[in-house]
């Protein structure tokens, strides 16, 4: 934790996931003790740092959602997400 309180005063955003609400699943896509490691930082960032918490969950296919943002996105070059306010 202390390498990310230089990034504090930056313009930067971190993202942290969790691909599976328990353990066990989660550990088997991400790697051993993810799950461990990850719910113990979030509450560690929360101290002087401006954050946001977004949670999501997918009920249907990947696919279904990304055929549903590609025409939104075609013919875009890449890096330009922020002009759209997707993030």
């Known amino acids: 934790m202390r390498e990310i309180e230089a990034l504090a005063c930056k313009p930067v955003a ?33 101290g002087g740092l401006d954050t946001d918490l977004l949670v999501t969950g997918a009920v249907q296919p990947l696919a279904t959602q990304a055929e549903a943002l590609a025409p939104i996105v075609a013919g875009r070059p890449p890096g330009e997400d922020g002009t759209l306010g997707i993030r």
Do not use: W, Y
């Open 14 to 46: 971190l993202q942290i996931s969790l691909d599976r609400p328990a353990p066990e699943p989660n550990d088997a896509m991400r790697g051993p003790e993810n799950f461990t490691r990850i719910i113990a930082a979030v509450p560690e960032l929360g």
